[in-house]
């Protein structure tokens, strides 16, 4: 479905910027909801079947992930082609290997469902990441507190128990993916669960939605204290996974530098709270509807300050594209990135536009209004690269943007849809070829 590794690292946008967007864009679904969800399936021998799955590289790795376990996982195609299906019936071998785990962190999310299914879980350590050191420990002190006995070694974490059982457990820092990996963990352990300064992102609930259908008793995700009374035995479910917040809030960004009016479409308003406010500050005009977001550039932006916050406050994953509309306010914006130690990657890339943005360890100044001009600059990350697609749209002249792997990473299609809202954006390199057809079970 995507290009070999090889070609991906081939490939490279070119956008010419300038260019006003007009008309609708469609938003997918969540990718940091799709990859939990997928992995619930391993909690039962059942099918599970989910919908609106974004078509992403992230995407695709899980999906080895889970057939290297041993597990039947087939993507929709055609008009079902962001449907999957998901029976861990004959999964086999518990174990996520480094060359997997090595391209995408998110696949630890497998370990708490393997031990609490198979008993065991041999799971490589993710290793470092470009934003930040991100270390599992809360993840594995959860699931000792719950029975697990923990081992590592040769970058492996392995975890062994006949049946999990339930406990208190107080996270000493709010982490997403590690109350989801307990979440799931504690639905077949033995006795209740409480988990103590939870994360409440929307991604969270949507998990324990569909750990609902499957037959679990949670409550209270969404609230800093979840609980999970345990069961025996879940079965399978079909759900359809909540729109992608973050690509959401990516392309309102960019209706605010460059719209004469730009609807965004299949989005959830009511999880995008913290940033819609803070464009407002800013100036930004726009209106929200059930399911979509209308927005129009003005040109009259004005700095505002933002610290990235655990939901409900400032996402993180929004930080790099508000910088990048931080470089077209008038006055000085102050940015606080308080949840990953190494999230600026975007701003000297920015610099090399034009942009005015001095980093002072956790904290960037940018001095605005600059004008950007076009220029040959660098991915580092997936939302550095939304800030430089962002930037590139704005900036005078034609940017070559390359290692947009990590693009692909997490927007399904960015440069079509884009495209189709009157951006100048093509990519070179290797084109994706056109899907193979897969046949799925219904
Ligand atoms: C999730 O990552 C998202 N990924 C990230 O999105 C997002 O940036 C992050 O939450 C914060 O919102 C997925 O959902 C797949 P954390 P996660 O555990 O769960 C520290 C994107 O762009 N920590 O909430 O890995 C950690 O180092 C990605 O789509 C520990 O110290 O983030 C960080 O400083 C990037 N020990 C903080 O907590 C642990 O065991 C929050 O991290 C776990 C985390």
Redesign the pocket.
């Known amino acids: 479905m995507f290009n070999s590794r090889y070609e991906a690292l081939m490939d490279k946008f070119v956008i010419r910027g300038g260019n006003r967007l007009k008309g609708t864009i469609q938003v997918s679904g969540a990718?940091?909801a799709a990859?939990p969800a997928m992995a619930a399936a391993i909690l039962t021998d059942d099918p599970v079947v989910l919908e609106n799955i974004p078509q992403v590289r992230d995407i695709e790795t899980e999906r080895k992930l889970l057939a290297a376990m041993g597990a039947e996982v087939e993507l929709g195609y055609g008009r079902a082609h962001h449907r999957t299906s998901i029976c861990c019936r004959n999964l086999a071998s518990p174990e996520a290997s480094y060359e997997l785990v090595k391209t995408m962190?998110?696949s630890t999310l497998v370990l708490g469902p393997l031990v609490a299914r198979f008993g065991r879980a041999r799971v490589s350590m993710p290793g470092g990441c470009a934003?930040?050191?991100?270390?599992?420990?809360?993840?594995i002190k959860g699931l000792e507190k719950l029975g697990a006995t923990i081992t590592q070694e040769h970058g492996y974490v392995e975890a062994r128990c006949d049946r999990l059982r339930g406990a208190e457990i107080l996270f000493d820092?709010?982490?997403?993916?590690?109350t989801e990996d307990l979440m799931m963990a504690a639905t077949l352990a033995d006795g209740e669960t409480v988990l103590e300064n939870a994360?409440r992102?929307p991604?969270v609930v949507d998990l324990a939605d569909l750990l609902n259908r499957m037959g679990a008793h949670i409550e209270g995700a969404g609230t800093s204290t979840i609980r999970i009374k345990g069961v025996s035995s879940l079965h399978g479910a079909r759900h359809r996974i909540i729109p992608d917040r973050?690509e959401a809030g990516t392309f309102i960004i960019a209706g605010a530098l460059a719209a004469d009016e730009l609807k965004i479409q299949n989005c959830e308003p009511r999880h995008l709270g913290a940033l819609l406010q803070k464009l407002r500050e800013c100036g930004v005009e726009l209106q929200t509807e059930a399911d979509c977001v209308v927005v129009r550039a003005n040109g009259k932006l004005t700095a505002a300050d933002i610290t990235t916050e655990?939901y409900p406050g400032f996402?993180?994953?929004m930080q790099a594209q508000y910088m990048a509309l931080a470089t077209q306010a008038e006055g000085s914006s102050f940015i606080v990135e308080n949840?990953?130690?190494n999230r600026f990657m975007h701003a000297l890339e920015l610099v090399r536009m034009g942009a005015d943005v001095r980093i002072e360890g956790r904290r960037a100044i940018v001095r605005g209004r600059t004008p950007l001009s076009a220029a040959a600059v660098q991915c580092s990350d997936?939302?550095a690269s939304a800030s430089l697609v962002i930037a590139a749209m704005v900036a005078d002249g034609e940017t070559i943007l390359d290692r947009v792997y990590h693009v692909d990473r997490?927007y399904e299609r960015i440069e079509e849809k884009l495209r189709s809202v009157g951006a100048e954006i093509r990519r070179i390199g290797q084109m994706f070829p056109k899907r193979a057809t897969v046949p799925v079970a219904h």
């Open positions: 990718k940091n990859l962190r998110a934003i930040g050191a991100r270390p599992i420990d809360l993840h820092k709010i982490t997403v993916t590690g994360a992102e991604e973050i655990e996402p993180t994953d949840i990953f130690e997936l939302r997490g």
